[in-house]
C-alpha cells in the first residue's frame, strides 16, 4: 500500500511534490485548478517539468488529479453538461502531463433517477476517454448518496463501466467515508470481502485503482459526506478491516481528512494511517 493525502499546489503545481515529501507520503492527489470554479488554470510549462522531475527525486509513486467538484456530466442543463465535460477533459490534459489518473464524481440525476442520468453521462464520458492517451486513466468516485449523486452503489459502477464499453483506462476509486455513508460497512471484515468480490465480479480488480481513506463523522447509511480525522469518527479503529483486505495492498490509500486545523492532512494523519495499516497486517 502506498500512503498518500491530498495536498494543496498553492504557489505552483510542482509545489504538491514539495508539500507530499514533508508530510512523509509516498502518493499525492491535488487539484489542477481551483475546484470551485470553471476556469482552468495556464500552468507553466516549467512548474509541469519541475512537478515530473520533483516526483522522481521524492519517489512518490503514484499522482491522482482530483477533478472540478462542480463538474455534473447527468445535468439535464445542457449548458452545465457541457462545462463539465470540458472542464474534466482539461483535468485529464493536466495529469496526463503530470503523468498521473484523474478522479471525479459523476454528478447527480437530481431525481431523475440514474437510468435517465445514465443517457446524459455517457456520450460526455466517451469523449473524455478518448483525451486518457496510454497512461492516464479516469476514475469514477464511488459516492456517498446524497441529493442522487451518482456511484453510491457497486451496481451503479458496474452499470457505468459496462455501457461505456469496458473502456481499456476506466476506473474506479473508492471512498472509505462514502462507503460507509451509502451503507456499507467497511469496518465488518465479511462486508468488506462481499463488496471487494463485487468489485472483482462486475468490475474487475484490475480497475480499482486508488482508495480514498477517510473516517466518517456521519453514520452507517446516512448518504452524508462528512469527513473526519482517522480514528476520530465512526470507524475508528475499525478501518484495520478495510485496510487489512489483501485486493487492496498494492493500492495508493490517499487521505481526504480534515487534518488538525481543516486544512487537510498533515504527517501525524499520515502516521495514523501506516499504523492502522501495520497493525491490519499483523492481525491478518
Ligand atoms: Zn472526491
Ligand atoms: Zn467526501
Excluded at 498553492?10 to 502518493?27: K, P, Q, V
Excluded at 499522482?63 to 472542464?87: F, G, Q, W
Excluded at 469527513?227 to 487492496?248: K, R, S, T
Amino acid at each position: 500500500m502506498l500512503y498518500g493525502a491530498h495536498v494543496s499546489s498553492s504557489g505552483g503545481i510542482h509545489t504538491a511534490i514539495d508539500r507530499i515529501e514533508a508530510l512523509g507520503g509516498d502518493a499525492v492527489q491535488l487539484f489542477t485548478q481551483s475546484p470551485r470554479m470553471w476556469r482552468p488554470t495556464a500552468h507553466d510549462p516549467a512548474n509541469l517539468a519541475r512537478f515530473r522531475e520533483r516526483r522522481r527525486e521524492a519517489g512518490v509513486g503514484y499522482v491522482l488529479c482530483h477533478a472540478l467538484y462542480l463538474i455534473n456530466l447527468a445535468s439535464p442543463d445542457d449548458d452545465l453538461r457541457t462545462k463539465s465535460e470540458a472542464a474534466l477533459r482539461s483535468t485529464l490534459a493536466v495529469a496526463r502531463k503530470l503523468e498521473g489518473d484523474v478522479v471525479f464524481h459523476v454528478g447527480s440525476h437530481g431525481g431523475a433517477g440514474f437510468d435517465a442520468a445514465l443517457e446524459r453521462v455517457l456520450p460526455a464520458l466517451e469523449r473524455a476517454l478518448a483525451e486518457t492517451g496510454e497512461r492516464t486513466w479516469l476514475l469514477l468516485e464511488s459516492s456517498a448518496g446524497a441529493g442522487g449523486t451518482i456511484g453510491r452503489s457497486i451496481a451503479e459502477l458496474v452499470a457505468i463501466v459496462e455501457r461505456a464499453g469496458r473502456h481499456p483506462r476506466l476506473g474506479i476509486c473508492l471512498d472509505t467515508c462514502h462507503l460507509y455513508a451509502s451503507g456499507v460497512d467497511v469496518t465488518d471484515p465479511a462486508t468488506v470481502a462481499a463488496l471487494l468480490a463485487d468489485v472483482d465480479e462486475g468490475i474487475g480488480l484490475e480497475r480499482l485503482r486508488a482508495l480514498h481513506v477517510n473516517d466518517s463523522a456521519a453514520p452507517l447509511g446516512s448518504n452524508r459526506d462528512r469527513h473526519a480525522n482517522i480514528g476520530e469518527g465512526e470507524l475508528g479503529d475499525g478501518l484495520v478491516a478495510f485496510l487489512g483486505h489483501p485486493a487492496l495492498q498494492e493500492l495508493p490509500a490517499i487521505l481526504e481528512t480534515p487534518g488538525p486545523d481543516g486544512h487537510g492532512p498533515d504527517g501525524a494523519e499520515l502516521e495514523k494511517l501506516r499504523a492502522l495499516h501495520e497493525r491490519a497486517l499483523s492481525r491478518s
